[in-house]
C-alpha cells in the first residue's frame, strides 16, 4: 500500500524558519514525483512544486520544478536515503498560515496518493 | 500561470446526477483530473487522463472531456457526496501545474 506520512502540526513565530517533511512508503521513493499543495484557511489547492528524487537504476537525476507563484519563497527537496520529501521556508510570515499536502504524482502523471496535511500557523 | 475556470457551487437533490465542469484553452492538449476533498481530510483522487477511474472509485463518477471543457458527471448523488471538487491540469508545455478554484457540491 502507499503510503505518505507528513510530520505535525507546527506553530511559528514570524520570521522564524521551518522544514516539514513527507515519507513515504510501499513504493520505489526515488522513481515517482512528489508535490506539495497550499491549502490556506476556507480556500482552494495551490501547487507548489515538486521534487524528483532520482533513480540511480533508470539514470534519471534529480529535478525540482516550482510554480512561479512560489519559486524563491520556498525549498524542496528529498532524501532518498530516507524515503522522504521536504518543503522549507527560511522566513515565515502570517500568510504562509495554512496546510500543506504532500502527493505522490503516480499513475498518468496524477497525484493518487496524498499524505494527511500538516497544519502550519505563523502568529506573533 | 493559467486559469482552470469552475463554477463556485452546485446543488443536486439525492438520487439525481450532478455535472461539474472546468475549462482552459490548455485542456485542448493537456489532460485533467479530478479530485474530492471532504472537510479536514486530504484531497482524492476520483478521475486521471480525462476519464480514466482508480481502482475502488464507484462507477458512478465519470469524467469526459470537450475541446476547453472537461466534465465530472456524479450518476446517483448520495448524501456522501457533498464536498469540494478540484479538477487539475497542466499549462500547454506540460511544466506546470494547476488547480481550479474548486466546486462545492451540495446535496439538497
Known amino acids: 500500500e502507499v503510503r505518505l506520512v507528513q510530520s505535525g502540526a507546527e506553530v511559528k513565530k514570524p520570521g522564524e524558519s521551518l522544514k516539514i517533511s513527507c515519507k513515504g512508503s510501499?513504493?520505489?521513493?526515488?522513481?515517482?514525483?512528489v508535490g506539495w499543495v497550499r491549502q490556506m484557511p476556507g480556500k482552494g489547492l495551490e501547487w507548489m512544486g515538486f521534487i524528483y528524487p532520482g533513480d540511480s537504476e533508470t539514470r534519471f537525476e534529480s529535478d525540482v520544478r516550482y510554480s512561479p507563484s512560489f519559486q524563491g519563497q520556498v525549498t524542496i527537496s528529498a532524501d532518498k536515503s530516507i524515503n522522504t520529501a521536504f518543503l522549507q521556508w527560511s522566513s515565515l510570515k502570517a500568510s504562509d498560515t495554512a496546510i500543506y499536502y504532500c502527493a505522490r504524482r503516480g499513475i498518468a502523471a496524477a497525484f493518487d496518493s496524498w499524505g494527511q496535511g500538516t497544519l502550519v500557523t505563523v502568529s506573533s | 500561470s493559467y486559469e482552470l475556470t469552475q463554477s463556485p457551487s452546485v446543488s443536486v437533490s439525492p438520487g439525481q446526477t450532478a455535472r461539474i465542469t472546468c475549462s482552459a484553452d490548455a485542456l485542448t492538449t493537456q489532460y485533467a483530473y479530478w479530485y474530492r476533498q471532504t472537510p479536514g481530510q486530504a484531497p482524492v483522487l476520483l478521475i486521471y487522463q480525462d476519464t480514466e477511474r482508480p481502482s475502488g472509485i464507484p462507477e458512478r463518477f465519470s469524467g469526459s472531456s470537450s475541446g476547453t471543457t472537461v466534465t465530472l458527471t456524479i450518476s446517483g448523488v448520495q448524501a456522501e457526496d457533498e464536498a469540494d471538487y478540484y479538477c487539475?491540469?497542466?499549462?500547454?508545455?506540460?511544466?506546470?501545474?494547476?488547480f481550479g478554484g474548486g466546486t462545492k457540491l451540495t446535496v439538497l
Open positions: 510501499g513504493y520505489t521513493f526515488p522513481s515517482y514525483w
Open positions: 487539475q491540469s497542466a499549462d500547454s508545455s506540460g511544466t506546470y501545474v494547476e
